[in-house]
């Protein structure tokens, strides 16, 4: 179980990001992450988990607009146009994780968790998944004005329940 995590974060979050690394392990599959606003969290997460160390790959934090440009290779103006929290940046940082990696599975996590600025919906976060076949799959969620910390371990439910379901898990 995640040592150091494990205080912070609910018991369930830390059991599933578990049971993740134990069925990629399974597989042989490398894992990485791209993560805005949760800000390394799930990283963290799956770095805490003692005995998975080669099944994550790597992460990338890129809260910035820049640091998605940079570090995942994201268009500039994608970014300007469809906006830093969009389907299109969440795929996209995904794909740039999957490309910059040695994994087979990426995960993204783009949201506002608040609060926000009259344009941002507290809350709207965009998740990706990128695989090594090509598929992409993406999730939209509205958490609500929950605070940062609510919509970050929200977004880190959707993220894992996504990989989860991805590496067929059962709930």
Not at 35 to 40: A, D, H, I, N, P
Not at 94 to 117: C, H, K
């Amino acid at each position: 179980m995640a040592e150091e995590l494990e205080a912070a974060l609910p018991d369930d979050v830390c059991r599933l990001a578990e049971r993740i690394l134990a069925a990629a392990k399974d597989r042989g599959w490398q894992l990485a992450t791209a993560e805005s606003c949760t800000g390394g969290l799930l990283a963290a997460l799956f770095t805490d988990v003692p005995g998975y160390s080669h099944v994550f790959d790597r992460g990338v934090v890129s809260y910035s607009d820049g640091a998605k440009c940079d570090l995942l290779g994201l268009a500039s103006d994608m970014v300007e146009n469809c906006g830093a929290v969009s389907r299109a940046v969440a795929e996209a940082m995904a794909a740039g994780a999957l490309e910059r990696s040695d994994a087979q599975l990426a995960v993204s996590i783009t949201g506002f968790a608040g609060p926000g600025g009259e344009d941002d919906e507290e809350g709207l976060v965009h998740f990706a998944l990128a695989d090594t076949t090509g598929a992409l799959t993406h999730r939209e969620e509205h958490f609500g004005p929950i605070g940062r910390d609510g919509v970050r371990i929200a977004a880190l439910r959707a993220a894992l329940d996504m990989l989860r379901e991805k590496l067929d898990l059962s709930a």
